[in-house]
C-alpha cells in the first residue's frame, strides 16, 4: 500500500550510506542517510531516528490501547488532561489548521473515522442514521488548551481526536531534526508511506529527484504522474488511491473525510501534493486541501508563504501552482 514514491538517483558509489525501513505509524517508515561519518555512526544515525518515530508513535497512534492520544479521549471530557509536549505542539497546530481551514482539515473526527473504519479490517458504509450524529459539529472548537498546566480538555464527550492527518508529517519533522542536530547528517532521504522529507542534497550534490503517483495506474506509487527536483524540502501527498474500501457493489470509499457531510470528500481531486519546509503543516495542508477541491485549496494556499501544490482531479489533469510548474517533469 505504501510503496516508496521517491525514485533516488543516490549515484552514491563512494559516499558511505545507512538505511532501514520499518513499520511504523501504521505505514512503511524508511530511513536513507549519507556522509562521510563512520559506518557505525550512520548506523547510529538511523537507529535513533526510527527509536524516535516508535515513541511518537506510542502517542499518536489510536490503534495501540496505551496510546497518549487513547488516554485523552477516554478522558478528557471528564477533567482536563495533563499532555506531553510532543501531543500538546501535535494538537495546538491541528487546531489552527482547523479554524483556518473552517473544518477541512478536523482532528475531531475520531468518531467518524472510527465509524467508517477505512484501512482496518472493520471498514463499513456505516447507515446515515449513524453518520447524521458525527457530521456538522466542528467540534474542534470545543477543544480548549491550557498552555500554562499543558493540559486539554473536550467540552463534550461527543467527540474523539484522531492525528492520522497530521502525526506522520510531525514525526519527519522530529526525525529531520534529530539527524541534524544530533548527528549532524546534511543528506538524507526520509519517507513516511508517502510523506517525504529531504536534508540538503543527494550525496552526489544533486537534488533529489521524487515522483507524484499517478492516481489512475493500478499501481500509482510506483508509476510517477510527474517528477521534479527538490533539496530540503518536504512533499506530502493526500490520495483517494492511498487507503479504501471497496464495497461489495463496487464503489470504492477512500480515507479522506468531510466533516461536514460525514462521507469521503467528494471534491473533484484524486490528489493532492504539498511542498514546502514543514512536513507537519504540508501533512494538514494536503489534507484539507483535498477535502476543500482545488479552486477552494489554491485560494488557501496563496494566503500562506512558501507553500507550493500539485493537483491531480479524476479527469487526470495536472494542475500546479505557479512557484513550481516550471519545475515539473
Ligand atoms: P492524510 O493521508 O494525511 O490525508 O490523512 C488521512 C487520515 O487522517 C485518515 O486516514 C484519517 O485517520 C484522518 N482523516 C480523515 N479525514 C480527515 C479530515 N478531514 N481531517 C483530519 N483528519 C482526517
Ligand atoms: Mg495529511
Redesign the pocket.
Given at each position: 500500500m505504501a510503496a516508496l514514491m521517491c525514485i533516488c538517483f543516490t549515484g552514491c558509489g563512494e559516499t558511505p550510506g545507512a538505511s532501514q525501513t520499518q513499520i511504523v505509524l501504521g505505514t512503511v517508515v524508511t530511513v536513507q542517510v549519507y556522509g562521510r561519518q563512520s559506518q557505525e555512526a550512520l548506523d547510529g544515525a538511523v537507529e535513533a531516528a526510527m527509536d524516535r518515530a516508535r515513541e511518537l508513535e506510542q502517542i499518536f497512534s489510536v490503534n495501540i490501547d496505551s496510546s497518549e492520544i487513547n488516554y485523552v479521549n477516554q478522558n478528557a471530557a471528564k477533567a482536563p488532561v495533563p499532555v506531553s509536549d510532543d501531543f500538546y505542539t501535535v494538537l495546538e497546530r491541528s487546531l489552527y489548521f482547523a479554524r483556518l481551514t473552517e473544518g477541512?482539515?478536523?482532528?475531531t473526527?475520531g468518531k467518524l473515522?472510527r465509524l467508517w473504519g477505512?484501512?482496518t479490517d472493520d471498514a463499513r458504509v456505516p447507515e446515515p442514521e449513524e453518520i447524521a450524529p458525527l457530521t456538522g459539529r466542528r467540534d474542534y472548537e470545543h477543544v480548549l488548551l491550557d498552555g500554562q498546566a499543558h493540559t486539554v480538555f473536550f467540552e463534550n464527550d461527543g467527540f474523539s481526536l484522531?492525528f492520522?492527518?497530521?502525526a506522520?508529517g510531525y514525526a519527519a519533522d522530529e526525525m529531520k531534526e534529530l539527524l541534524q542536530e544530533d548527528y549532524h547528517i546534511t543528506s538524507a532521504l526520509l519517507n513516511l508511506g508517502g510523506n517525504i522529507i529531504t536534508i540538503g542534497n543527494r550525496p552526489d550534490g544533486k537534488p533529489w529527484t521524487l515522483g507524484i503517483a499517478d492516481p489512475s495506474s493500478p499501481q500509482p506509487e510506483e508509476n510517477p504522474a510527474v517528477t521534479l527536483q527538490v533539496t530540503n524540502l518536504t512533499f506530502?501527498t493526500?490520495g483517494d488511491y492511498?487507503?479504501y474500501y471497496e464495497a461489495p457493489d463496487g464503489t470504492r470509499y477512500h480515507?479522506?473525510?468531510?466533516?461536514s457531510t460525514g462521507y469521503p470528500?467528494d471534491s473533484g481531486l484524486s490528489s493532492v501534493t504539498i511542498i514546502t519546509q514543514c512536513s507537519m503543516d504540508a501533512?494538514a495542508l494536503?489534507?484539507?486541501s483535498?477535502?476543500l477541491g482545488q479552486e477552494k485549496a489554491q485560494k488557501l494556499l496563496q494566503s500562506i508563504n512558501g507553500v507550493e501544490a500539485v493537483f491531480i482531479d479524476t479527469q487526470d489533469q495536472i494542475t500546479a501552482t505557479d512557484g513550481i510548474r516550471d519545475q515539473l517533469q
Open positions: 477541512a482539515f478536523d482532528p473526527l473515522i477505512i484501512g484522531d492520522g492527518a497530521i506522520k506530502v493526500s492511498q487507503r480515507h479522506i473525510l468531510d466533516g470528500a501533512d494536503s489534507t484539507a483535498f477535502v
